[in-house]
């Protein structure tokens, strides 16, 4: 099973700044990587799949970054809407499709 | 537009049994495989199962010999039964749409399964 691991844990960010999540498998999955986003109350939704794809409807300031074992997500200018907790997910290697713990993005 | 619906979470006590659903319309679905995917409280996502197209089905380790996971393409509805069910079952459990073998598309609103005596 491969096993994904999100850093940090916790990233507090103001409006209009840049964030950067990282993301790490523990053995190589190429770019079989997806990130999804979760808002309080809400269901995950899509972002970003193939580590670089942005999903339909994923605004431009999402982008997706990495291959093998080291991945990135980042936001460029970060708005309101984006304050959540996002998962990244392999897909490289499954059954089973595992997801990271998660990285909780909150106001600064 | 593709619609995910789950139905059948509740309150049930340690040992017992419960069958949830999930609603799919908006797209063919017996072309598609489906998940299920389950948050605990204040935790993060693991995936619980895979039924495939072509019905072929696989199971996270931490439910296999106690859930099963089935599909209905006449009515459109994917359906996971849960047995022996233990108080680490306690989730929101969401269903979810396979796109081409490998991320998840479109994820249902959730139901919540309390196990508790």
């Known amino acids: 099973e491969i096993v994904m691991t999100q850093s940090p844990a916790t990233l507090s960010v103001s409006p209009g700044e840049r964030a950067t999540l990282s993301c790490r498998a523990s053995?190589?999955?190429?770019?079989?990587l997806a990130w999804y986003q979760q808002r309080p109350r809400q269901s995950p939704r899509l972002l970003i799949y193939g580590a670089s794809t942005r999903a339909t409807g994923t605004p431009a300031r999402f982008s997706g970054s990495g291959s093998g074992t080291e991945f990135t997500l980042t936001i460029s200018s970060l708005q309101s809407e984006d304050f959540a907790v996002y998962y990244c997910?392999?897909?490289?290697?499954?059954?089973?499709?595992?997801f990271g713990q998660g990285t909780k993005v909150e106001i600064k | 537009q593709v619609h995910l619906v789950e139905s059948g979470g509740g309150v049930v006590q340690p040992g017992r049994s419960l069958t949830l659903s999930c609603a799919a319309s908006?797209?063919?679905?017996?072309?598609?495989?489906m998940h299920w995917v389950r948050q605990a409280p204040g935790k993060g996502l693991e995936w619980v199962a895979v039924?495939?197209?072509?019905?072929?089905?696989y199971y996270a380790d931490s439910v296999e010999g106690r859930f099963t996971v089935s599909r209905d393409n006449s009515k459109n509805t994917l359906y996971l039964h849960l047995n022996s069910l233990t108080p680490d079952d306690t989730a929101i459990y969401y269903c979810?749409?396979?796109?081409?073998?490998?991320?998840?598309?479109?994820w249902g609103q959730g139901t919540l399964v309390t196990v508790s005596s």
């Open positions: 997910q392999q897909y490289g290697n499954r059954p089973p499709w595992t």
């Open positions: 908006g797209f063919t679905f017996n072309t598609f495989d």
């Open positions: 053995h190589g999955i190429n770019i079989n």
């Open positions: 979810a749409r396979d796109q081409s073998d490998a991320y998840f598309d479109y």
């Open positions: 039924i495939k197209y072509d019905e072929n089905i």
